[in-house]
């Protein structure tokens, strides 16, 4: 058997850890045994460039049609075009075949228009489930509106065990559904986080790093960390991210009078030396499938405070920092206590570093390529 060819669609390449993550996947499975390709439904984000330039095959719908003066080629682009456009008024049904056809898997990794392009004649078909569905009505009712293409998956990939334990409750899918953390780039991760950055030294350092949105909770990251300053336990706070809500959280930090303390760092291509700089991660969103970036921080010996719990599988036994409340008042508890117990902090910062062997990209790629190889057996 040749190399099995593999496609991932997703939404669109923006700056995220669903996108990290995929892109990290890309680079780690076993090239002599796949060929891999990424279809991006939308074209043009942020990320495309990143993909590409990591030799990452990087494809859109239409690129099956290439400019060209041979009159032959141009007529069959029309075609392709028809071809093309006919797919999208039935959901996406066929698509693959058209702009990449002789996949042997399609994996739905980010994918919510034209939902019928998951699948293609002789195709094995895998979909991942990114967020939770219990913490999360937005991301339920998008799963739920294709509930019936969700039975004819041959296998549902959720990011962590509180992903997979809601998915099937809402769904009442059980068979075939796995549970597989994303892997991450360790190497990669490690290296990049011996670049020097600037940075404040003469406090201690909270790290944030995500897309700023609603759902991310760093407006209310802002208000814990200027409470906790006016009790007089001195740290900084750097974010570190982009998203459409870039102007309010700057507005927010200016309302609480923030700007001497709060470090907006903007998109930063890498992250990972404001992750080690730093005291703890702190991951405030209200809904999370798993954070990328916790695996990434617990990957440099890094604590992590988290308000979602998926986080703490991340743990493994050891003491790696804290999960509270999904609530304002027990993650500034959270928070107050890694800044000022210090026997505390010691424990969980020596615990991070136990667990950081854990993170090993090439072990977790292999987990996925067991399934992928194991489906092709299927076949």
Not at 336 to 363: I, P, V
Request: with cysteine; proline share 4%.
């Amino acid at each position: 058997m040749g190399r099995i060819k593999i496609v991932f669609i997703e939404d669109s390449l923006v700056c995220g850890g669903a996108e990290q993550a995929l892109y990290d996947l890309a680079l780690l499975l076993d090239k002599e045994k796949f060929d891999v390709t990424v279809l991006a439904q939308k074209p043009g984000a942020q990320w495309d460039r990143k993909f590409v330039d990591a030799g990452i095959h990087l494809i859109y719908d239409y690129s099956c049609r290439r400019p060209t003066k041979n009159p032959i080629v141009k007529i069959q682009n029309i075609e392709k075009k028809l071809r093309t456009e006919a797919c999208y008024r039935r959901n996406g049904e066929n698509l693959l075949s058209v702009v990449c056809p002789g996949a042997d898997i399609i994996v739905s990794y980010s994918m919510w228009d034209y939902a019928q392009c998951g699948f293609a004649d002789g195709a094995k078909s895998v979909k991942f489930i990114h967020g939770n569905m219990q913490t999360n009505r937005a991301f339920r009712e998008l799963i739920l509106r294709d509930q019936v293409l969700l039975h004819r998956y041959d296998r549902i990939v959720c990011v962590s065990r509180a992903s997979r334990q809601a998915f099937v409750e809402a769904t009442g899918r059980e068979a075939g559904v796995e549970t597989h953390y994303n892997p991450i780039n360790s190497d990669n991760v490690r290296r990049l986080a011996e670049e020097s950055v600037e940075l404040p030294e003469d406090d201690p350092l909270i790290c944030a790093v995500g897309r700023l949105s609603p759902e991310k909770g760093f407006e209310r990251l802002i208000v814990i960390h200027k409470r906790l300053v006016e009790e007089g336990i001195r740290h900084k706070l750097v974010l570190v991210g982009d998203g459409p809500d870039r102007d309010y959280i700057r507005r927010t930090v200016q309302a609480m009078d923030a700007q001497d303390s709060v470090i907006l760092a903007g998109y930063q291509a890498n992250p990972y030396p404001y992750i080690a700089a730093s005291r703890f991660l702190v991951c405030p969103s209200f809904t999370e499938g798993l954070p990328v970036v916790g695996m990434e921080a617990l990957c440099l010996g890094i604590p992590v405070v988290a308000a979602v719990p998926s986080v703490g599988e991340l743990f493994g036994g050891e003491d790696c920092g804290l999960i509270t409340e999904n609530d304002n008042s027990s993650l500034r508890d959270g928070m107050r206590r890694m800044l000022t117990d210090q026997e505390f902090y010691a424990a969980n910062k020596a615990g991070a570093e136990r667990r950081s062997r854990f993170f090993s990209g090439r072990r977790m790629a292999q987990e996925l390529e067991a399934m992928f190889l194991q489906m092709m057996q299927e076949k």
